[in-house]
């Protein structure tokens, strides 16, 4: 099995930065793709940006210029870089990997427990 656990999150002004952080820990044989998602009361939970296990990455259109995503494979760990932060950012941000675990043949997704961050006006 793979954990994720997710920081960072809190209150923030509109225009404020925060840093989000994702460990992953456990029998982990390998990790590919990393991805942060959000929800927000009432929707849907939508993609915000994702990196591969190269670093490539992608990012929804709402967040791009402002957030970024990076990775470090020796820790098992995604940081998501929010930067001027609008309210319409508040949600929960969840973690979510494609890994591998000791005893299993196949890739799973993992979710996280998610992080509560909050844009105020």
């Known amino acids: 099995q793979v954990q994720l656990v997710e920081s960072g999150g809190g209150l923030v002004q509109a225009g404020g930065s925060l840093r989000l952080s994702c460990a992953a820990s456990g029998r982990i044989i390998s990790i590919n793709a990393m991805g942060w998602y959000r929800q927000a009361p009432g929707n849907q939970r939508d993609l915000v940006a994702s990196i591969t296990g190269s670093g490539k990455t992608s990012y929804a259109d709402s967040v791009k210029g402002r957030f970024t995503i990076s990775r470090d494979n020796a820790k098992n760990t995604v940081y998501l870089q929010m930067n001027n932060l609008k309210p319409e950012d508040t949600a929960v941000y969840y973690c979510?990997?494609?890994?591998?675990?000791?005893?299993?043949?196949?890739?799973?997704?993992?979710w996280g427990q998610g992080t509560q961050v909050t844009v105020s006006s």
């Open positions: 979510r990997a494609t890994a591998q675990a000791m005893g299993d043949m196949v890739l799973r997704l993992y």
